[in-house]
């Protein structure tokens, strides 16, 4: 057996619980992993309100979508990775991620940065897939190119901040008074604070647009997110995209004649982008960000700050001798 945070209806926080759970098996293509962290994602808390997916009672589900750990048995047709590797990677949305032990798929998994803890790697693979996929597979970015990041200090921003950077890009990027110091520090071009001033009186011509702000943490989030995305649109140059983590953005039929695109990114799980990454963070050119460390039984505190919609960086579950 092992420890673990389940829920077995879907709620608020309280429905988490901290308990004994059977310690899973690979399949051939899989690896057992012993968790030592596991990162706090909006999705995690989306699946616990039923708003993703909806399970057929009796269930017990264990969530988290992103870890770091070492693998402690592989199975039968594995063989990328070794009994003793330490990897980190992306699970998907059917989780397991909050377990001292969790089952994965080989290839979706890639070897952890040499220079992070495990604490710091697992803040990793979510932000950074996601990151990378809105900005240069969905978002097309290239050097040279200028990008606005909504939210720049979250989890996702901050992470897209320092890979525009290393693209060649120019960013500007948009967050609270108190982030400005972390986000200059992190190489931003320019920083505004959205909320003493109105972005699209000051920038223009964008090539790209992350909209990194979560969706649903509460009603006036919701909001500044949907008013954030329709003012995004007269900020981009002719031919320009606006690509959102949370949502499917639109162009208003004014924008027709601007050739502008909306697009939706995610997270595409897969060890040759996590390799690029830790290549990067060990040259010292990516870094997380973690805010907030809490041992796995507090799980439940986790989910009561992650959908206020307003922390920076990443929260991660330290899971071994939690």
């Not at 990328?80 to 330490?86: F, I, K, P, T, Y």
């Not at 050119?285 to 460390?293: A, H, N, W, Y």
Request: with cysteine; glycine share 12%; net charge neutral.
């Amino acid at each position: 057996m092992m420890k673990a945070v389940r829920y077995r209806d879907y709620g608020g926080p309280e429905v988490l619980c901290y308990e004994d759970a059977p310690i899973p098996e690979p399949e051939p293509g899989e690896v057992l992993v012993r968790v030592h962290a596991a990162g706090v994602n909006p999705a995690d808390r989306q699946i616990r309100a039923g708003q993703r997916f909806r399970l057929e009672k009796p269930f017990a589900f264990i969530p988290g979508c992103e870890v770091s750990g070492i693998v402690e048995k592989r199975g039968a047709k594995v063989t990328v990775l070794a009994v003793g590797d330490e990897v980190y990677g992306m699970l998907g949305l059917l989780g397991g991620g909050y377990a001292e032990y969790v089952v994965a798929a080989a290839d979706k998994l890639g070897r952890k940065p040499a220079s992070l803890d495990h604490v710091h790697a697992a803040a990793l693979p979510v932000a950074a897939l996601t990151a990378w996929d809105a900005l240069f597979e969905v978002g097309g970015l290239v050097a040279g190119q200028k990008v606005l990041i909504h939210a720049a200090a979250g989890g996702v921003g901050h992470i897209a901040v320092q890979l525009a950077k290393w693209r060649g890009a120019q960013v500007i990027g948009t967050a609270s008074a108190g982030n400005e110091a972390f986000l200059r520090e992190l190489g931003v071009d320019e920083f505004i604070n959205y909320r003493t001033t109105a972005f699209e009186t000051i920038v223009r011509d964008m090539d790209v647009v992350v909209d990194a702000i979560p969706r649903e943490a509460d009603d006036a989030t919701d909001v500044l997110a949907r008013e954030t995305m329709a003012r995004s649109w007269a900020v981009l140059r002719d031919g320009g995209i606006q690509v959102s983590i949370c949502a499917h953005p639109s162009p208003d039929p004014d924008a027709a004649g601007r050739r502008l695109r909306g697009a939706h990114a995610g997270a595409q799980p897969g060890n040759d982008v996590l390799t690029q990454i830790a290549g990067l963070v060990d040259k010292g050119k990516l870094r997380s960000d973690v805010g907030t460390i809490l041992p796995l039984r507090e799980a439940r505190h986790a989910h009561e700050l992650i959908q206020t919609g307003h922390t920076r960086g990443k929260i991660v579950l330290r899971v071994k001798d939690s």
